[in-house]
């Protein structure tokens, strides 16, 4: 129909004999086009599409005319025709272990801040701290064409990380690689763990039992080493019974707190893998009537939000999450667009607050 499309009569018409001009007005769901672009803007439709996927350069006059031209007529790109000329989706996947976790929801939030303004989208999938289920996740995203992946505290092998890599660039969290497709960024954790651990010491305690995290996980190794190296140095031997295994997650916090105290192994303190953990050992510790820190004293690692907040507020060892989200982001793209870079990693500190006391 003709009220359907914009029509201009560069010929007189006749309508009862009469002759007019006639312009139909665009209806507002006309997909504006490339040449639509071109034409607004005075250049030629290729310069318009070298713009859009930057294979080539622009004169800064043209790309000026083309802005324009693209914000007056609203012009939106069609994403899939540009993924064809340029082989990029202008889409990044990220795994999380846990969506509903704190500690990956400020990751994410630090994706989204350093990816806002890029054209790039996410797609968002959970490894649940199961390899099998990251790699099948993995497979997932990148039959999906994404341009690049991160994967928050991976729990794939260095190998299989270096098996995605040649297929699609990737940067991950909780441990430390460089090689050209697959960097990993990461805080020292058996330094910082070393410091907890070191600090509890100097507060006169030598009885110090630990929660660990997942122990497949090399942070968790890591933070498992530093604690006993912490000990070692000070001339005190690690005793087994001290050490239960979590999951990084409040209910495994509870279940390895009940754990240490039915072993009936006497401790004063006690170094927590993450604060999510020491959330739910501090439930346990409060069923049982036991008072932090008067009786036992606690450190936690990560410095979650709610850490600040709890009864007492927790010491703890802060890692800079959302940093580490947008660090992650910053580095896929620099790995993107091909451009040198520097790895940097993330750095920890002790939050000293109201959950360790002397003795």
């Known amino acids: 129909m003709l009220s359907s499309a914009l029509l201009r009569c560069t010929n007189p018409c006749r309508n009862n004999g009469k002759q007019r001009n006639m312009t139909l007005e665009q209806p507002d769901n006309y997909n504006v086009t490339v040449q639509d672009v071109a034409r607004e803007a005075g250049v030629s439709a290729s310069t318009v599409s070298r713009y859009l996927t930057g294979v ?48 990956f929801g400020e990751e994410l939030k630090g994706v989204e801040h350093a990816i806002s303004g890029t054209g790039y989208a996410l797609l968002i999938v959970s490894g649940h701290w199961q390899e099998r289920e990251e790699q099948d996740h993995v497979e997932l995203l990148i039959a999906r064409r994404v341009d690049g ?95 239960a295994v979590g999951d990084f997650t409040e209910a495994g916090g509870v279940m390895a707190m009940t754990q240490l105290l039915e072993s009936r192994a006497p401790f004063s303190a006690l170094f927590v893998a993450n604060d999510q953990s020491a959330l739910g050992a501090r439930l346990a510790l409060y069923r049982r009537g036991i008072r932090v820190p008067e009786e036992v004293s606690m450190i936690g690692f990560d410095d979650l939000a709610v850490s600040n907040y709890m009864l007492p507020p927790l010491t703890t060892i802060r890692q800079p999450t959302f940093d580490m989200g947008k660090t992650a982001t910053e580095t896929l793209l620099n790995m993107l667009t091909n451009q040198a870079q520097t790895v940097t990693h993330p750095q920890f500190e002790l939050v000293v607050r109201e959950s360790v006391r002397r003795v």
């Open 149 to 243: 992946i991160i994967i928050f505290m991976a729990t794939s092998t260095d190998k299989q990380l270096q098996s995605i890599a040649r297929q699609v660039p990737v940067v991950f969290t909780g441990r430390r690689m460089e090689s050209p497709r697959a960097i990993g960024l990461a805080v020292d954790n058996e330094a910082a763990a070393y410091q907890a651990t070191q600090y509890l010491i100097s507060q006169g305690h030598k009885r110090i039992a630990h929660i660990a995290g997942r122990l497949a996980q090399p942070d968790s190794e890591a933070r498992l080493q530093g604690y006993r190296r912490a000990l070692l140095d000070a001339g005190l031997e690690p005793d087994p019974r001290l050490v």
């Open 56 to 103: 080539t350069a622009v004169s800064t006059t043209k790309q000026e005319a083309i802005t324009r031209a693209i914000e007056k007529l609203n012009f939106k790109p069609n994403v899939l025709a540009q993924s064809l000329k340029t082989g990029s989706t202008k889409t990044i996947g990220i795994v999380t272990q846990d969506i509903s976790s704190p500690f």
